[in-house]
């Protein structure tokens, strides 16, 4: 039996590196396939593709009366020639379903581009689609209407200065979490954002500013504050070190980077990688602030370097000064307690 289904065109196809790759017609929410389509989808047999189904249904995973559908199909019947049939077809969850459950080389590609799809959205919170951002039919309404959704979200949240900043480099299109580039332009742009503001790299900042001899090493911030103790991982963060008026700078440039995400949103405008550099190089001129031209004077390593052995003479110098003040007491304690004797006698 031949299916020449008469519906909006659905594909699932598999591209070169055997990744499947679903194209589905704008402006539909979900795609319906037959039982026939979902057994060559995952090169296997209705039958099998059957049984699953049953057993789905069964255990209560999916219900019948929101996965299932009929459509008039036009089949050809031979002699009979074509006539118009209702054939069931399965929404995308059972699709899915179904995939995680097929014992077939295609299944299993399927599941390990499913589960990355996945991993995505639970590390971003938003999963991306390269091929579909190459053909350029990913940026409908929804996404921009998504993105600016999420602008919303950053500009009112609580977070830090800089998971707020993380966040915005991850409206990006083409935003990865894992690749290395993504970590290398967070930290020149970090750069270029501290030495705006201070005249001095991360590194050149935290070398520069790390001192056992101040109150809390020379910190301005950190994360437990309100207790007053300081760690190792609190002295290797730059933006702790920045003063009240160098953190309000610090939220200028964020506020200025949420404006400009939500001018492309509501443009729609789709917003990639080095648009964020360029962005903030032409603001920052316009401000007449420093430009970071270069890697700075110090590295990472000798910065963090400095930092450690300044925190082991700061908790030495610490140490010193609460044994000092527990000696003061017990002398104070000792002189009370002979002049109540004193005035006893």
């Known amino acids: 039996m ?44 209705v039958p099998n593709i059957n049984e699953h189904i049953k057993n789905i249904y069964s255990s209560g995973e999916l219900a019948e009366n929101t996965t299932i559908r009929d459509f008039r199909i036009v089949v050809n019947r031979g002699f ?19 995939g995680y459950r097929v014992n077939s080389k295609k299944a299993t590609q399927f599941r390990i581009w499913a589960t990355k799809v996945l991993h995505e959205y639970i590390q971003k919170g938003f999963a991306l689609d ?22 919303k979200d950053i ?18 299109a083409d935003y990865n979490h894992d690749k290395l580039m993504t970590i290398m332009f967070f930290a020149t ?28 090493m020379n910190l301005q911030t950190w994360d437990n504050m309100a207790k007053g103790d300081i760690t190792k991982s609190d002295i290797a963060i ?37 648009e964020w550099e ?3 190089n032409s603001f920052l001129t316009f401000n007449k602030k420093r430009i970071l031209t270069n890697a700075g004077k110090v590295s990472r390593i000798e910065a963090l370097r400095h930092a450690s052995a300044e925190y082991v003479k700061y908790k030495l110098r610490i140490k010193q000064e609460e044994k000092n003040i527990a000696v003061e007491e017990y002398k104070s304690d000792i002189k009370e307690l002979e002049k109540l004797l004193k005035n006893g006698n």
């Not at 009240?244 to 492309?264: G, R, T, W």
């Open 2 to 45: 031949t299916e020449n289904i008469n519906l909006p065109k659905v594909f699932f196809l598999y591209n070169q590196d055997g990744k499947p790759a679903i194209n589905v017609q704008a402006g539909e929410n979900t795609l319906w396939l037959s039982q026939k389509q979902i057994a060559e989808l995952f090169e296997t047999n």
């Open 80 to 98: 009979r020639g074509e006539v118009e049939e209702p054939i069931l077809h399965y929404n995308l969850d059972m699709i899915i379903a179904v």
């Open 130 to 151: 390269d091929e579909r951002f190459k053909q350029g039919n990913k940026f409908d309404k929804q996404y921009f209407k998504e993105l600016r959704e999420r602008i």
């Open 155 to 172: 500009r009112t949240s609580e977070k830090m200065l800089y998971q707020q900043l993380k966040d915005i480099y991850a409206l990006s």
């Open 189 to 216: 742009v970090q750069n270029k954002v501290h030495y705006a503001i201070t005249g001095q790299t991360s590194a050149e900042l935290i070398k520069s500013r790390a001192d056992s001899t101040k109150e809390h």
């Open 238 to 274: 730059a933006k702790n070190y920045l003063t009240a008026p160098e953190l309000e700078e610090l939220k200028y440039i964020i506020n200025m980077f949420l404006d400009f995400a939500e001018h492309k949103a509501n443009a729609e405008e789709p917003i990639f990688m080095k």
């Open 278 to 280: 360029e962005e903030l």
